[in-house]
């Protein structure tokens, strides 16, 4: 099994910052894509920000400029720097890996359980 655990989350004023990690743990062959997405109260989830095996990189409009995804593939894990945050990125935030767990097996998506971002205005 693979697991992935997000931390990192919290409270925040309008104008600050957070850093969410997410490592991968289990039995892991390779990752391929990771990313993060999110989802507020009475709203369907919507992707944040993605990273490739080869670290490009790709982001909502609503955050570019503001958030830096990044990934250490040495412990498996993904990185979302958050700066500038507004009121409107108060979200559950969810991250996600494309594992592979043998050579031969196919690739599945693996998913944490999410960590809770409140910004105050």
């Known amino acids: 099994q693979v697991q992935l655990v997000e931390s990192g989350g919290g409270l925040v004023q309008a104008g600050g910052s957070l850093r969410l990690s997410c490592p991968a743990s289990g039995t892991i062959f390779s990752i391929n894509g990771m990313g993060w997405y999110r989802q507020a109260p009475g709203k369907q989830r919507e992707l944040v920000a993605t990273?490739?095996?080869?670290?490009?990189?790709n982001y909502a409009d609503s955050v570019k400029g503001r958030f830096t995804i990044s990934r250490d593939n040495a412990k498996n894990t993904v990185y979302l720097q958050m700066n500038s945050l507004k009121p409107e990125d108060t979200a559950v935030y969810y991250c996600?890996?494309?594992?592979?767990?043998?050579?031969?097996?196919?690739?599945?998506?693996?998913w944490g359980q999410g960590t809770q971002v409140t910004v105050s205005s």
């Open positions: 996600y890996a494309v594992v592979k767990r043998d050579s031969w097996s196919t690739e599945y998506s693996y």
């Open positions: 990273i490739t095996s080869s670290s490009s990189t």
